[in-house]
């Protein structure tokens, strides 16, 4: 208990000190900030720029971790992700069709419809995949992720015919769903977003116990006394609502899913009654980070998908290698 | 004890189990019986991972239904044949979990416990699941689902095992024997398996079945018939010998 308490101070450390310098420090484009003699402008820049995107970057982190981790382990799958199933680009693309719907019947498109779109999207595409994966086969691991992929294809030829179709207008609002971006993110919209996933978080916090026996396959589960269907069924409702959480907040953003959840289980362990915490924080880290790269690299912002998934190809393909190796992750 | 009044159970067109009846007392089990024969099936009805389609299961008073698995998963523990691993947990952590205990907890169990040392599980603590081999496993999940009756932390009245020997070697294979004859004298215990010698050697009581039916249940397995290993188990006479002792044994296997 003890040891496992001062991992988790040691990611809220990191997670404070990434905070700090992505808020201050500039890096090679923009302009470095000396927190404590701030000019007028530079406080502006710090609370109407730069916070609101490092509190998106944390709140997006924690939910595309904690929803790839939930989406791993209820597939029973090492390398299901939010992105790499489709559930990201279904619930963006149901987001492009509500704004196009909204603005057709000249409603103001609020963030309430907005994550429930989102999670629309999402939780269809669960759906479908699972019974696409029933059909191929008893939701096997590569059924899963084979039906994964042909929906993220389906996806992207639909997404793509809505580009070929629409306006210079309504095509920036695509390709900020579509490659992900903290511009434009409220206050408002944040806070209501982060109700919603801490309310995620604490249920799956709630079921930690069984979602551990998971690991040892859903015969064993039931063994133990886990009614696997049911907490399957309401555990997918939670990962899909975190993933619209997310896409709602910054678009598609591909890896990070997967990444941290392996990163972090392979350092500290599978047990989710001490390593919830530490992921959701680990995925904050993470993602500030790559927030700050895409908006202080260049000297125009990047699109985080093209940041990580810069970063996340090469690391994926390391962790293929290394399953291959070990028959599992 | 166990009770199974009427149970039927419809696996498919061609075979279900049929108007089972059978009361088991506590003590070591043999469950036997050719491929196909309803071993695992009846198992899995036992332990409440199937539901019946007719009849009722009682473990001492419990109901066996898929619906209060959680009192069930106290009382009974159950060794499936086959192992799913898709996540490269540790032994120990594997044990943690299952058992609900802390890092520091199990460390403190496996100092100690007959159980780890019979199975020779120290070493392997610390390797993950999904690279060790065959017997290592089998012995890993052995000793979770041991662990899981053993009186000192869950006093459990039930334990199935479903082929424990597969893949054992052969010091570990005497050792679950004598671990499982002493725990018999206080629990329930159903062993599945295909050691037909071993059965015909121990003075302990066995079930036979045959396609869906009990063919006979004996409350000495030496008392197994010439006739019974010919008919159910499709053995030819050259097969069986007779030692001095009288007993019955199966040579080339």
Partial sequence: MLVNNRNIYIAL???ILVTTFATYYGGVSSSSINPFALTEIQSVIIYELRLPKIFTAI?????????????????????????LLGVSSFSSLFIILGAALFSFLNIRYDVFFLILSASLGAFLAV????????????????????????????????????????????????????????????????????????????????????????????QNANLYGVKVNRLRKYMLIIASALAACAVAL?????????????????????????????????GATCMIIIEWISRTSMYLQLPLGLVTATIGGPFFLLILFKHFKNQGL | MIKISNVSYKISNEFEL??????????????????????????????????????????????????????????RAYLLQKQTAHFALTVKAMLTITLSLTDKEIDKLCENNIIIKGLDLKPLLNRVITGLSGGETQRAHLARVLLHCAQEINPASCLLLDEPFTGLDVAHKLWLNQYL?????????????????????????????NKGRIHSILSDSRDIERTTLLDVFNLPVAALIETNEGILQIIGI
């Fill in chain 1, 127 to 218: 759906t479908i995949i699972f019974q696409l994966a029933k059909i191929l086969g008893q939701y096997s691991s590569s059924a899963l992720i084979l039906s994964g992929i042909s929906l993220t294809t389906f996806i992207s030829a639909l997404t793509s015919w809505l580009i070929f179709y629409s306006e210079n207008d309504q095509l920036r609002t695509f390709n900020l769903w579509l490659l992900g971006s903290f511009e434009h993110v409220t206050y408002a919209q944040l806070l209501f977003i982060s109700l919603v996933a801490l309310i995620c978080i604490v249920i799956a916090m709630y079921k930690s116990n069984d979602l551990n026996l998971l690991y040892l396959g859903d």
């Fill in chain 2, 181 to 209: 004859s002493l725990l018999g004298e206080c629990i329930t215990i159903i062993i599945s398996h295909h050691e037909l010698n071993l059965a015909l050697n121990l003075a302990q009581p066995c079930i036979i079945i």
């Fill in chain 1, 13 to 15: 450390f990191w997670l």
């Fill in chain 2, 18 to 75: 049929k108007e089972l009846n059978l009361t088991i007392n506590p003590g070591v089990h043999h469950l036997l019986g050719p491929n196909g024969a309803g071993k695992t099936s009846l198992l899995n009805l036992i332990s409440g991972l199937c539901a019946v389609d007719k009849g009722s299961i009682l473990i001492k008073d419990l109901e066996v239904d898929p619906l209060n698995l959680r009192a069930l998963s106290k009382v």
């Fill in chain 1, 250 to 282: 910054g678009g598609v953003i591909a890896f990070i899913g997967l990444l941290v959840p392996h990163a972090t289980r392979m350092k500290f362990g599978h047990d989710n009654r001490f390593i919830l915490p530490i992921l959701i924080i680990n």
């Fill in chain 1, 59 to 83: 709140l997006v982190g924690a939910c595309l971790t904690l929803s790839g981790h939930l989406f791993q382990i209820l597939l029973s799958n090492p390398l299901a992700e939010p992105g």
